[in-house]
């Protein structure tokens, strides 16, 4: 059998304290779980509520609105500590390829209301899940009910549409695994499928306890180097700028340190915040090598105004030639002063650069105002 | 190229066309539907299956058959249109917006191109005399990828023919040239083919056909006589492109002669807002997310302005300096409305 339902748990191991939590609509196909994990009822005003310290298992009966309720419930009991929603079910076959009593992960799940496809469709976070599954408001008795699902996906449930929409709403991950009982459309008896349900629950766990004890990937996460000191919002600017550097060099984050300049920064740097400015700067630097040519080509442009004490503010990220520039005065020479240095700000070189026009292939930018004047 | 299920629509099950393209593919089942609307599109299907589960539908286009092509299209002060014969792409481009537009990467046909062609026409002879119009193939898919499976090229051959005062742009990625070299040049027939240095390819066109690939195409298509067009678009930064884009276009002044060289178009990689956010989720690993960028003027994402401007610079000064004439050099520029495709 295929490897169906890859990584399975592998979100409840890191996220401490939150629990996973398996999703049934009936309590037949249930009842091996509830005996081989020891979970005990919870008393809880919907009914069908069990739990452990890692697992909570909730029975919300069949269709759409006892998953819906039932499942928003049970997460709203859990505080919300859930790392992963597992559905588990049997599903009907609506291609004929699909072998009875397989047990698949399921990819993607459409819904369907009467004969209404919905637009909004919910992909698990199996990845390596190669079944689509469609939930419908009823059940599939005809095979002209069956077809027209078929253009959607291979196999047919009534809940985890509705599983997977609840999760979306509490930004849950779901995955779902399914065991193939019947051929939608070929009028098996709901009585047959009961019978069978404890057959379907041991396939279940067995299945289940496999993928639980596959080997789980460690979270990689970016620590901060020691001698540095981070505000909160610096730190989450270098999350996402280290991110980009792994995602830019291939490699891991675990490897990062040897790739930055950090004893460089140590070296020449003393004191921990600007450390962390510098290293920002530098990693934007990195992964952005234009902005530094930019930043040169404009620093020969701002220097008569900087040098004169007055701030220059450019639009955000340039997006237009707009300019602040801003300054106080203390007295009239000063004013003479700012006024003089205003007047020789080159704003046209200022905005070429903008334009794009100026820099050239060796990132010179075009000499200042006046640099090159061959005037008489 | 595998399709699990072929959806055709009732009205044209008989076409020649559509039976050509069910004979394509003696594996696939095929369902008869009424309207291709009725599946494709119906739910959301995630981009990336196109990988692994990918149907193909076929149809008929309604609606406009033509539409009025934004600015950027091609060298100015001529009419352009853009017609839509397929959705959708065998290709895996990161930056395509084809991924957050249909809300399914699944294939479509459209077989009615007798109707295209009669708006086509109706069109044309609106011209004033003296005057050229632009038809442009390409929006939606590309133009040549399974040609030899839609073979609809030689529906329009006969009409450009005819009427010279047309243009057609046939835009590309893929070197699948046998059908058009058989149909044989026309004048007013562009193929134009999308390049990018080799690295630039590499890393973000993804399943497409090699540069050398490319270049080949480009050169049986010289050699028979062909226009070709070249889109140096999307541009993707890296450090020192600017000798990237100078080998590249060195490299296409040698193959295409200048009165073989239609026209080259500059443009830097940008995506809608939606466009962006699938892209991240489609491609997490792709290096074009390391990169700066920035929601610009009109809320698209890009790089900063004197960024993008500088790019376009460049790329334009290398394409004079290695003698494309500045008039077949053409920006799309600010304010443009227009996609990245092919
Ligand atoms: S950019 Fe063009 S070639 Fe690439 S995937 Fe999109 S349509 Fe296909």
Redesign the interface.
């Known amino acids: 059998m295929k490897n169906e339902g890859k990584a399975l748990l592998s979100s409840g191991k890191h996220q401490h304290g939150k629990r996973i939590l398996l999703h049934f609509a009936h309590r037949g196909e249930a009842r091996v779980f509830l005996e081989e994990l020891a979970v005990h009822p919870v008393s809880f005003p919907v009914k069908g509520l069990y739990e452990n310290e890692r697992f909570l298992v909730v029975i919300s009966g069949e269709g759409r609105q006892n998953t819906t309720e039932t499942l928003a419930a049970a997460i709203s009991y859990a505080g919300m500590q859930i790392s992963e929603v597992l559905n588990l079910g049997v599903a009907g076959s609506l291609h004929y390829d699909l072998k009875l009593n397989r047990i698949v992960s399921v990819?993607?799940v459409?819904?369907a209301i009467d004969n209404r496809?919905?637009?909004?469709?919910f992909?698990s976070v199996d990845d390596a899940a190669?079944i689509?599954c469609i939930s419908t408001s009823r059940r599939i008795l005809e095979k002209e009910d069956a077809e027209p699902l078929s253009?959607?996906a291979q196999i047919v449930d009534r809940e985890l549409w509705a599983c997977a929409s609840v999760c979306k709403r509490f930004n849950i991950p779901f995955r779902s695994l399914k065991m193939i009982s019947d051929r939608a459309g070929e009028q098996a008896l709901c009585a047959d499928i009961a019978e069978d349900a404890l057959r379907y629950s041991h396939a279940l766990f067995n299945h289940f306890k496999k993928l639980a004890h596959q080997e789980e990937p460690e979270n990689e996460r970016i620590e901060l180097p020691d001698g540095f000191y981070a505000t909160v919002a610096q730190k989450r600017q270098l999350t996402s700028l280290l991110q980009?550097?792994v995602?830019?060099e291939?490699r891991s984050a675990k490897h990062l340190p040897d790739f930055l300049p950090i004893d460089d920064i140590l070296k020449s740097e003393k004191h921990p915040k600007k450390r962390t400015i510098r290293l920002i700067h530098e990693l934007?630097d990195y992964?952005?090598?234009?902005?530094r040519r930019?930043e040169e080509s404009l620093k020969p442009i701002f220097e008569p105004l900087r040098g004169n004490d007055i701030r220059v503010s450019p639009a955000?990220?340039?997006?237009?030639n707009a300019l602040g520039i801003s300054f106080t005065v203390e007295n009239e020479d000063e004013l003479d002063r700012k006024c003089a240095a205003l007047k020789s700000f080159d704003y046209v070189a200022y905005r070429e650069?903008?334009?794009?026009?100026v820099?050239s292939?060796n990132g010179k930018s075009k000499p200042a105002k006046g640099e090159d004047s061959q005037a008489n | 190229m595998k399709f699990k299920?072929l959806?055709v629509e009732e009205a044209v099950a008989d076409d020649p066309q559509t039976l050509r393209i069910i004979d394509a593919f003696p594996k696939a089942s095929v369902?008869y539907?009424s309207k291709v609307e009725d599946?494709f599109g119906?739910?959301?299907?995630?981009y990336l299956?196109k990988r692994?589960?990918l149907n193909l539908f076929i149809g008929r286009k309604e609606g406009n058959l033509l539409k009025v092509a934004p600015d950027a299209y091609g060298l100015a002060g001529e009419p352009h249109f853009y017609f839509i014969h397929a959705y959708n792409c065998v290709y895996e481009c990161e930056y395509c917006y084809l991924q957050g537009y249909f809300?399914s990467p699944d294939l479509v046909f459209f077989v009615n191109h007798d109707e295209i062609i009669a708006e086509m026409e109706a069109a044309t002879l609106q011209v004033p005399d003296g005057q050229h119009i632009w038809f442009h193939a390409g929006e939606f898919s590309d133009c040549l990828a399974l040609s030899h499976i839609t073979c609809e090229w030689e529906n329009y051959w006969p009409f450009f023919a005819r009427y010279p005062q047309a243009k057609l742009e046939l835009r590309t990625k893929s070197v699948n040239i046998k059908v058009i070299r058989k149909l044989g040049p026309l004048d007013n027939v562009i193929v134009s083919f999308s390049l990018s240095p080799d690295i630039a390819l590499k890393l973000h066109d993804r399943g497409t056909p090699s540069l050398s690939a490319r270049m080949k195409a480009i050169q049986q298509l010289v050699e028979d006589g062909f226009q070709i067009g070249l889109h140096f678009d999307p541009m993707i930064?890296r450090?020192n492109f600017?000798a990237d884009y100078e080998i590249l276009t060195e490299d296409v002044v040698r193959i295409i002669p200048a009165e073989q060289l239609a026209y080259v178009s500059l443009g830097v990689v940008r995506f809608s807002r939606d466009v962006f956010l699938e892209f991240e989720r489609n491609y997490?690993?792709?290096?074009l997310?390391?990169?700066?960028f920035?929601r610009?003027?009109d809320g698209k994402v890009r790089?900063?302005?004197?960024?993008?401007?500088?790019?376009?610079?460049?790329v334009e000064k290398i394409c004079h300096e290695k003698g494309i004439a500045p008039h077949k050099v053409y920006l799309c520029m600010e304010n443009e409305s227009e996609k990245q495709l092919s």
């Not at chain 1, 992964?287 to 902005?291: A, D, I």
């Not at chain 2, 997310?289 to 700066?292: D, G, S, Y």
Request: overall charge positive; hydrophobic content about 30%; cysteine-free.
């Open positions: 990819r993607t459409y819904g496809v919905e637009f909004k469709t992909t190669e689509d253009y959607f980009a550097v995602v830019k291939k934007r992964l952005n090598p234009f902005r930019l955000r990220d340039y997006e237009t650069i903008l334009s794009g026009e820099m292939v | 299920t959806f369902n539907i599946v119906r739910a959301r299907k995630p299956q692994t589960s809300k930064y450090e600017e997490p690993d792709s290096e997310l390391a990169a700066e920035t610009s003027f790089y900063t302005r004197p960024h993008r401007m500088y790019m376009l610079r460049q």
